[in-house]
């Protein structure tokens, strides 16, 4: 644990912000820690609430019995990179809202959520050495058409409907976020369309 005396803002963006935590550690160590967090406050940050709300979600679905995916480029590595449909949190969204939204905008897909337990979608963190953000995974089936005519200006993605050898690929060949790798490897071994899931399942 650590008694952290000072947060200092460090910059005023609008999705994504640096703060520098001054603080000691248990063993006495002096630490002056860069962390980045989508709020643009301090009272909002993570170290401050020590809440595990969602800032984003990322959709594992289904559509026609192929895994959707999205193969977007991102600036980080200037390159393209396989990732779930994902986005952020809207101030007072419901993060299963903010995955029917992001479907559709990502895709053109329409989204049907399974509702599961809470363990098994609540908010988890992916780099948190570098970043308070946490990720709610949301599941379900897609359809319709697909579609780029609701994305956004600032996105380039291309959408994949991939079946098991198809992402079985895609793991060996490209880059993929490890979220993404994580569902890919159960619509893989699933002899039943998100078996893994019956369990955490909530009845009607």
């Not at 359809?143 to 079946?163: F, P």
Request: proline share 2%; hydrophobic share 35%.
């Amino acid at each position: 644990m650590a008694d952290i005396n000072r947060i200092t803002k460090l910059t005023d963006e609008k999705y994504v912000n640096l703060y520098q935590a001054d603080g000691v550690n248990s063993k006495g160590y002096e630490s002056h820690y860069l962390l980045a967090s989508r709020t643009d406050n301090i009272k909002d940050l993570k170290m401050s609430t020590h809440v595990d709300r969602p800032d984003a979600v990322a959709v594992y679905a289904l559509c026609e019995g192929k895994m959707v995916l999205v193969r977007q480029y991102r600036y980080p590595i200037d390159g393209w990179i396989y990732e779930l449909p994902a986005g952020l949190v809207e101030k007072g969204e419901d993060f299963h809202d903010t995955a029917i939204r992001e479907m559709k905008e990502e895709t053109g897909l329409d989204l049907e959520v399974i509702r599961v337990d809470n363990m098994i979608e609540k908010a988890c963190y992916t780099s948190v050495g570098m970043t308070d953000e946490a990720t709610a995974t949301v599941y379900g089936y897609a359809t319709g058409e697909v579609t780029d005519q609701y994305e956004e200006l600032c996105e380039e993605i291309e959408v994949v409907l991939a079946d098991k050898e198809e992402c079985r690929r895609i793991l060996r060949e490209e880059k993929v976020a490890v979220i993404c790798q994580y569902q890919m490897m159960h619509f893989i071994s699933d002899k039943e369309p998100f078996a893994f899931l019956e369990e955490f399942k909530l009845k009607d």
